[in-house]
Nanobody, 119 residues
């Protein structure tokens, strides 16, 4: 059983930056592909970014491409989401997730961290 704990959320002005972290425990971190998702009030949860386990290929939603960067440190069992040029529409609860397979549903989810961007 993998446990995921997000941190780094907060309140920031539009144009600012935040870095989210997600610390994993209870499993072999390098065995998991990792993703970030977000859910804004009244909206469905949406994909933000994904990073593969070893080669560290990255994938992004169009809405964050060029502004957000996902990375991972397998030695620290941590995945990061660097968010720059933040916009009010980035306001959401951000979740990290892990999956052992290359495709399909994620197996484990964190509790989420709130990001609020003021205009």
């Amino acid at each position: 059983q993998v446990q995921l704990v997000e941190s780094g959320g907060g309140l920031v002005q539009a144009g600012g930056s935040l870095r989210l972290s997600c610390a994993a425990s209870g499993g072999t971190f390098s065995s998991y592909n990792m993703g970030w998702f977000r859910q804004a009030p009244g909206k469905e949860r949406e994909f933000v970014a994904h990073i593969t386990r070893i080669v560290k290929n990255t994938y992004y939603a169009d809405s964050v491409k060029g502004r957000f960067t996902i990375s991972r440190d397998n030695a620290k069992s941590t995945v990061y989401l660097q968010m720059n040029s933040l916009k009010p529409e980035d306001t959401a609860i951000y979740y990290c997730a892990a999956r052992a397979s290359s495709v399909g549903a994620y197996d484990y989810w964190g509790q989420g961290t709130q990001v609020t961007v003021s205009s």
